[in-house]
């Protein structure tokens, strides 16, 4: 059964995380290659797409807290701010997403075995469908990828634009 408001959600794709760890990020230009690819096909398929921030220790404004240039971010865009590694712990997030009524989500983003992992079983606890887009999640780490990968349903790029049909 295919649902009725599929929503991506890109996480930490931040200008302070991934300068912090670009040299150790094997996997960058692949995985923001991904991202942009899921980007396109949900605004294809008019489906929402939320980019979430983490402001811990930083101002929402701060340079350091902004979306990576190299994703195709545009003004207008949903932005949800947290402070803790699970998104779903973020009232901004959980209003987004009730007023968006989304019934399921594909996550992407930095860092795997942090912010991805702890919104994904977010997600879990609150009995929500999700998948993770395999090859758009990055860490210094690719076996903590790799296992994280394995703990959560994937989906790859070619399936992705099955899943948004109408």
Do not use: W
Not at 16 to 26: A, G, Q, S
Request: a negative charge; hydrophobic letters at 40%.
């Amino acid at each position: 059964m295919k649902p009725k408001q599929p929503t991506l959600v890109v996480i930490d794709m931040q200008v302070e995380f991934i300068d912090k760890y670009r040299e150790r990020l094997e996997d960058l230009d692949e995985s923001i290659e991904m991202i942009n690819y899921a980007i396109d096909t949900f605004r294809r398929s008019n489906f929402p797409i939320i980019f979430v921030k983490d402001i811990e220790n930083r101002q929402a404004t701060d340079h350091e807290a902004a979306i990576i240039p190299q994703l195709k971010f545009v003004s207008g865009d949903l932005i949800a701010h947290k402070v803790h590694g699970n998104s779903f712990r973020s009232e901004e997030f959980l209003k987004l997403i009730k007023d968006l009524e989304s019934d399921f989500f594909v996550f992407c983003g930095f860092k795997s075995e942090g912010c991805v992992l702890a919104t994904a079983m977010g997600a879990n606890d609150q009995d929500l469908s999700h998948c993770i887009l395999r090859g758009s999640i990055l860490s210094p780490d690719k076996e903590k990828t790799r296992f994280v990968e394995s703990l959560n349903p994937m989906i790859s790029y070619e399936l992705l634009p099955l899943l948004l049909e109408s």
